[in-house]
T-cell receptor, first 115, second 113 residues
Framework: GAGVSQTPSNKVTEKGKYVELRCDPI?????LYWYRQSLGQGPEFLIY????????DSGLPNDRFFAVRPEGSVSTLKIQRTERGDSAVYLC?????????????FGPGTRLTVL | AQSVTQLGSHVSVSEGALVLLRCNYS??????LFWYVQYPNQGLQLLLK??????LVKGINGFEAEFKKSETSFHLTKPSAHMSDAAEYFC???????????FGTGTRLTIIP
């Protein structure tokens, strides 16, 4: 079956602009996660959705970052007033809910470059 | 809070030699531990996971890892390296009742022909 998909695969924007990154999880997965991977680093947690609600947004770096999942499936990560430090690969993952050690399946990521 | 430390950002081994990638964890509660592999321009793929059922965990592609509570370690091994094993490997920890994964900084594995 289809895995987690993310669009666009690459996004180049200018400092100060607004961007949206999209994630399509595996069908039937109720849990969805966003991570950010900077160059030479491991992924860092941003936010976790259970269904439509954000169950844990403790990893969002500041109020320029926001994510939604209005129908409990597709999610959009929104970044306002982008800064050069936001440049990174943004990873989305999904899993079946209910068991903490359930595998998180990752998408290929969106590479964001802020000029 | 939980964290992982991966010793060695780069590891090179000869084809056919033993692969050993090190991971030490810190967790205030019993952890769940994971190893992920990332090939160039691809997403993270789960190699194996420790969920307290057995301390020696076998994964895909011939990899295995042993959970050692006394050493707070979860090192990844493979008896004989193959060229296709060249990739970046990440150790991750997840605390019981907590949904987020905390990753190490990764180890890039190079296989020498």
């Amino acid at each position: 079956g289809a895995g987690v998909s993310q669009t666009p695969s690459n996004k180049v924007t200018e400092k100060g602009k607004y961007v949206e990154l999209r994630c399509d999880p595996i069908s039937g997965h109720t849990a969805l996660y966003w991570y950010r991977q900077s160059l030479g680093q491991g992924p860092e947690f941003l936010i976790y959705f259970q269904g439509t609600g954000a169950a844990d947004d403790s990893g969002l770096p500041n109020d320029r970052f926001f994510a939604v999942r209005p129908e409990g499936s597709v999610s959009t990560l929104k970044i306002q007033r982008t800064e050069r430090g936001d440049s990174a690969v943004y990873l989305c993952a999904s899993s079946q809910a209910g068991v903490t050690y359930n595998e998180q399946f990752f998408g290929p990521g969106t590479r964001l470059t802020v000029l | 809070a939980q964290s992982v430390t991966q010793l060695g950002s780069h590891v090179s081994v000869s084809e056919g030699a033993l692969v050993l990638l090190r991971c030490n964890y810190s967790s205030s509660v019993p952890p769940y531990l994971f190893w992920y592999v990332q090939y160039p321009n691809q997403g993270l793929q789960l190699l194996l996971k420790y969920t307290s059922a057995a301390t020696l965990v076998k994964g895909i592609n011939g990899f295995e890892a042993e959970f050692k509570k006394s050493e707070t370690s979860f090192h990844l091994t493979k008896p004989s390296a193959h060229m296709s094993d060249a990739a970046e490997y990440f150790c991750a920890v997840r605390a019981f009742g907590n949904e987020k994964l905390t990753f190490g900084t990764g180890t890039r594995l190079t296989i020498i022909p």
